[in-house]
């Protein structure tokens, strides 16, 4: 399989077209997009043809600044989101995940065939509502309200990172680590998962794994630790995704 035409790409809003939504590669290798904008500085990004990281086409020689950065996926173009659960050694609000991006159909793969069908990687909070998760026994009611499960900042191509396991995962409130682990923590690894859920079922273009959350999350703490309305917390993913800054206000 050809190598793709990215490293990493970002989907945004730049400083000059804002009623338009753009894909690109950051125009520094290894910077930190979601870092950089949190401290206000200018991101250059090298703008490509397509609309979406699925597609993203080629690069069209243009260069935007980042006004708004977005999650790499619409929202439309993520069929599913397969949360894996328990799956790090050592692990059981807030939830850091390595979040999976499926590049082609998949069904019924070989674990050897498996990594073929992966786009590549992003950085993911699997936020849950504590209350509405054990006030029933549909524990995936607490995780689908409108805004949760943020991605993003970018989306790194399988062939940047030939081994996944290589990958640091870190969960932030307010610059206090609450969670750290490393992707070869993972009980069962990627190939496994995306052969595992393509039994039967088709895993379609944009469809999102979540690997699992590493130990630290604040249900489990004592003082149990909550996120609340103007909270910040950060999921850091080194090397090469970045940091996934996200906000919290209440719905009005």
């Known amino acids: 399989m050809a190598l793709r035409q990215f490293s990493r790409l970002v989907r945004f809003i730049s400083t000059t077209e804002p009623a338009k939504v753009l894909i690109g590669q950051p125009a520094e290798d290894g910077l930190d997009i979601g870092v950089a904008l949190r401290q206000g500085r200018a991101v250059k990004v090298h703008v490509f043809s397509g609309l979406s990281v699925l597609n993203p086409g080629q690069k069209t020689g243009e260069t935007a600044v980042v006004s ?8 439309s173009e993520v069929g599913t989101i397969r949360c894996i659960g328990l ?7 807030y939830e850091a995940e390595l979040a999976v991006v499926i590049g082609r159909a998949a069904k019924n793969v070989t674990k050897e065939e498996a990594m073929e069908y992966v786009l590549g990687y992003t950085a993911a909070n699997d936020i849950s509502s504590r209350t509405s998760q054990f006030g029933q026994s549909q524990w995936c009611f607490s995780k689908g309200f409108d805004g949760s499960c943020p991605l993003g ?3 790194v191509s ?7 396991s ?3 995962i870190r969960g932030l409130k307010k610059d206090q680590v609450l969670q750290d682990c490393g992707a070869d923590d993972l009980i069962f690894d990627i190939p496994t998962l ?8 088709t895993l379609l273009s944009g469809t ?3 690997t699992g959350t590493p130990a630290g999350v604040g ?8 996120i609340s309305d103007g909270d910040e917390f950060s999921v850091e993913i080194l090397p090469h995704i970045g940091t996934l800054v996200s906000t919290f206000k209440n719905d009005s």
């Open 158 to 164: 399988k062939d940047v990172v030939p081994d996944p």
């Open 194 to 201: 995306v052969s595992f859920l393509s039994q039967g079922t």
């Open 87 to 93: 799956n790090i050694d050592d692990c059981g609000d």
């Open 219 to 226: 249900v489990g703490r004592q003082p149990k630790v909550t």
């Open 166 to 168: 290589m990958f640091n």
């Open 153 to 155: 900042p970018a989306l």
């Open 68 to 75: 708004r950065i977005l999650s790499p996926l619409d929202s």
């Open 208 to 210: 999102v794994i979540l």
